[in-house]
């Protein structure tokens, strides 16, 4: 398991390489360019800026999260075979530079979806990002792009700053007639345009999961249960794609059981990386966003990183969404505090399984 923590880069994160370094165990970040818009070229010089910079601070970047898919790719509209080039030129670029995973996901317009980034725990005074179904209703997503701006301490919600509303309502109108079906195949055309580069230059594709795990907003989604995600694995039959499990995303939904779901697909070398994190459900579709410890949450921590070990021990893993505690201030879901938290537990829980299967051989 090598642990490795999400960067957004010098001007776009609050946390610090040196705070990354300093975090036991750490061996380096999940990297992100924030500025390019989805499907444009990273150059090979903005790409070795940035990992130059990881690398003067002692830690790796094996992991690039995210390259953002074009919603032209997954509408799947003529345009969308010059977005499939320049993809399959960042991928090369990325090689280049030492980057062996690249994380993205497939989820029509919007990424992962909160109705609060910053909901109050009352038991102990700290926030952390929730979701309420209920909300979602009343709000609709032109609300919901405003809202999330309004509550996220200057960040927007990924690829959906307040200045492209325009081009949300468009986009939206778009996908009305996009059923799921379609969208695999959709997504069956993207890989098959991107995975033979990924094979020639060593990159390994890590698709995650849909957040919440279900569609919203009468959008299709088709990346959040196993048995979804075995109908993704076999759009394409290559080891260059696999998946990037996420536990709080899928645990978004309590009939994912996450420890059989890694078991799953760890058997079958198809899982390149995970994010791991614990939810509280406080009702239907209604959660939030707890500790990463098992007894704060509605998720089994240890089961989940002893199926990492059994089954895919050599995984990158991160922790994920951290609350907001200590008073900090930052990113939501991305301060440096609880985060670090994270990373010792799951490192214990890590050494602790390691130890105790050892001694018993
Ligand atoms: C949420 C993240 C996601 C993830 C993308 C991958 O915090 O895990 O935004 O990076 O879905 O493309």
Not at 261 to 289: D, P, S, T, W, Y
Request: aromatic letters at 10%; proline letters at 4%; hydrophobic letters at 40%.
């Amino acid at each position: 398991m090598k642990m490795t923590f999400r960067w957004f880069g010098e001007h776009s994160d609050t946390v610090t390489l040196r705070q990354i370094k300093q975090i036991p165990g750490m061996t380096g970040i999940m990297g992100f360019l924030d500025y390019k818009a989805a499907s444009e070229v990273w150059t090979e010089a903005e790409i070795a800026a940035y990992i130059g910079g990881v690398k003067a601070a002692g830690l790796d970047c094996d992991v690039i999260e995210s390259v953002n898919v074009h919603e032209d790719i997954k509408m799947g509209l003529p345009t969308r075979d010059q977005y499939i080039e320049n993809y399959c030129i960042t991928i090369r670029n990325l090689a280049k530079y030492g980057v062996r995973v690249i994380v993205y996901n497939f989820m029509p317009v919007f990424d992962w979806l909160r109705t609060d980034m910053a909901r109050v725990i009352e038991e102990d005074g700290s926030n952390s990002l929730y979701f309420d179904e209920a909300e979602l209703g009343e709000m609709g997503p032109m609300d919901i792009v405003q809202a999330t701006a309004e509550k996220a301490n200057g960040f927007s919600l990924p690829g959906w700053e307040p200045a492209r509303l325009a081009e949300l309502e468009t986009t939206l109108k778009r996908y009305e007639s996009i059923t799921a079906d379609q969208l695999r195949e959709n997504f069956k055309y993207f890989l098959e345009g991107i995975i033979p580069t990924c094979e020639e230059v060593g990159v390994t594709m890590a698709c995650h999961p849909d957040d919440p795990a279900w569609p919203i907003f009468g959008l299709p989604r088709i990346a959040h249960t196993k048995e979804l995600f075995d109908q993704i694995i076999d759009l394409v039959d290559s080891p260059h794609h696999a998946l990037c499990l996420c536990s709080g995303s899928l645990g978004s939904n309590l009939q994912n059981d996450i420890p059989a779901i890694v078991r799953h697909f760890g058997q079958m070398g198809r899982i390149a990386c995970m994010h791991i994190r614990n939810v509280k459900h406080l009702g239907h579709r209604k959660f939030r966003e707890s500790s990463h410890l098992s007894t704060d949450g509605d998720l089994d921590m240890y089961e989940i990183v002893k199926a990492v070990y059994e089954t895919c021990p050599d995984i990158y893993v991160r922790p994920d969404h951290g609350r907001m505690i200590w008073d900090e201030m930052g990113r939501p879901g991305y301060g440096l505090y609880d985060r670090a938290l994270g990373v010792t537990y799951l490192n214990g829980l890590y050494e602790a399984i390691e130890k105790n299967s050892k001694r018993q051989k």
